[in-house]
């Protein structure tokens, strides 16, 4: 894996905002895609995941009752500051001066997502903003709705730092980067990838956290 390609890329709406793709041959849990995007700096440089917050926040201000952020693949410096955003007593806002939680769910043995009972109220009858900081095929996010579903919350909005696909179940994921940032980016399910079928090495597995090379 050569990251001396990688391509770096500003935000069309925020010039703070900049991520890195670098070209290969890369294995999700999920799929395989042609790019690792890489948003670390965005979720762990206080400054940067600041201005990500301030642009997220921007989507929900005026129209979303928010309660609840569930904060999902490490983003919960994001979602502290989106959270303070959203409430700031200074502006005009829906969720002015209001208390936001911002929680993290949990996995169990069975990998399967859950909250325990100190956070379902946080959960149940809240109008819940899911925040992810990648998505590539839709389906760990899926599975999230369906579990704050499960505890009776209210998915109100969805942002994430990139995103592959425009929405779920007809929810707009408002995203602060797309493939349309990244020019030939693709994702291919495993059985269709051309790479593999040329016989070109997997670079590394890939998520959200990160990258292992192989």
Request: net charge neutral.
């Amino acid at each position: 894996m050569n990251t001396r390609n990688a391509i770096e890329i500003i935000s069309r709406t925020n010039p703070q905002l900049k991520i890195s793709a670098i070209p290969g041959h890369f294995v999700t849990s999920h799929s395989h895609i042609n790019f690792y995007i890489d948003i670390t700096k965005i979720k762990h440089r206080h400054m940067m995941a600041l201005a990500a917050a301030e642009t997220m926040a921007s989507q929900y201000k005026q129209s979303t009752v928010v309660d609840t952020i569930v904060c999902m693949d490490g983003s919960e410096v994001i979602g502290s500051f989106l959270a303070k955003d959203l409430s700031d007593a200074t502006i005009l806002s829906m969720n002015r001066s209001k208390n936001i939680n911002v929680i993290a769910p949990e996995f169990n043995a069975n990998n399967q997502m859950i909250f325990r009972e100190n956070l379902m109220p946080m959960v149940e009858g809240k109008s819940i903003i899911l925040l992810i900081a990648s998505i590539t095929t839709g389906k760990t996010i899926k599975r999230s709705i369906e579990c704050i579903n499960y505890y009776n919350g209210k998915v109100a909005g969805i942002s994430a730092i990139f995103s592959a696909i425009p929405e779920i179940e007809g929810i707009k994921i408002n995203a602060l980067f797309t493939p349309e940032d990244i020019p030939h980016y693709t994702t291919y399910s495993m059985r269709d990838c051309p790479k593999c079928k040329e016989g070109v090495k997997i670079d590394a597995l890939v998520n959200s956290f990160g990258y292992s090379q192989i």
